[in-house]
């Protein structure tokens, strides 16, 4: 695996497929993994509130071993109070590895550039690749199986959406996008993900009518309508988006038994209605979980074997 995860675009299939073979290994046995990373220490520069992100990252390195320093932009504030490269630089002195949450993605890109160590993407506008990788293991680890199987992303073509292009088409998981006119996945990453997808065998299509994009669909994933650093926009995109609520009425043109996955914070009455987030179809806190489990094989990947 590459020194960083700054995206799953520059992730192998196999490198995907082995942090999901070491996920489960580590779900089964935790106490083999209690050591592997002491004496080590991950520093986590957040620009940006966070839940899960923060606490599956702090609480992940305690159980491998390890320590972590929580920053938030009161102590770095990145290129205002110091530029990315001197915090690239300083930070490697001290820690094994950086997970950063950010605005433009071209922060973890220069951060990645001047670190020593290794940097993890914990949220860009663009991507968020740890996320991505959480979400097809857990649709793996709840239907048993990839190939042939549909999750389909209705909403915001956003960061979350354009890490699970990339994941999907990787994995060999077909992906229907419904958006708005205007709010589709970007257009780079929709094109690459379909070339990734025709090596895979998995189909990547896009819907406006998300009655459609849900036809036949194993999973329905969703986001919020407004993400972070969009809250101007946030009365404008309730408009927008409207018609793109994962309720009863969608999921009654799904499969039965389709999953429903929400990378959370949900903004429940918006985007999901509160029946099915607490309904027997929802894994949404399976799905959180899994963020933990999956970024501890990351962790053990990056900072624990020799390069
Ligand atoms: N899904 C996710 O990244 O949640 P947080 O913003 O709470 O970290
Ligand atoms: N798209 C959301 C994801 C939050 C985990 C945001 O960027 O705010």
């Avoid at 239907?143 to 088409?169: E, H, M, W």
């Avoid at 407004?226 to 988006?241: D, I, N, P």
């Amino acid at each position: 695996m590459k020194k960083d995860l700054i995206s799953v675009a520059y992730l192998t299939d196999k490198d995907i497929f082995d942090i999901f073979s070491l996920t489960d290994k580590l779900k089964k046995n935790k106490t083999k993994y209690s050591k592997v990373l002491a004496g080590k220490t991950l520093a986590l520069i957040f620009q940006k509130p966070s839940n899960r992100t923060r606490v599956s990252f702090e609480v992940g390195m305690h159980q491998l071993g390890g320590d972590s320093v929580y920053l938030s932009s009161q102590e770095i504030n990145l290129g205002v109070r110091e530029s990315i490269e001197d915090v690239a630089k300083t930070l490697s002195r001290y820690v094994d590895g950086i997970v950063l949450r950010t605005f433009a993605h071209q922060n973890v890109v220069e951060l990645a550039k001047y670190a020593t160590v290794p940097v993890i993407n914990g949220l860009s506008d663009f991507s968020h690749p740890c996320q991505a990788l959480a979400d097809v293991y857990t649709v793996k680890e709840k239907l048993k199986k990839l190939k042939g199987i549909t999750l389909a992303y209705v909403g915001d073509g956003n960061n979350v959406c354009n890490s699970l292009l990339y994941a999907c088409a990787k994995a060999g998981l077909n992906m229907n996008v419904a958006s708005p006119k205007g709010y589709e996945p970007d257009g780079g990453v929709f094109e690459g993900a379909k070339v990734l997808a025709a090596k895979s065998k998995a189909k990547i299509n896009l819907f406006k009518n998300p009655l459609e994009a849900v036809k036949g669909a194993d999973v329905i994933y969703t986001d919020v309508w407004t993400s972070m650093g969009q809250e101007k926009e946030a009365a404008k995109r309730k408009k927008v988006f409207k018609d793109y609520q994962i309720n009863k009425h969608l999921l009654s043109f799904a499969k039965k038994n389709v999953l429903v996955m929400h990378c959370l914070p949900a903004h429940r009455g918006e985007e999901i209605t509160d029946e099915v987030m607490d309904s027997k179809n929802s894994v949404v806190f399976d799905q959180a979980e899994n963020r933990m489990h999956v970024q501890k094989a990351v962790l053990i990947k990056l900072l624990g074997e020799k390069k």
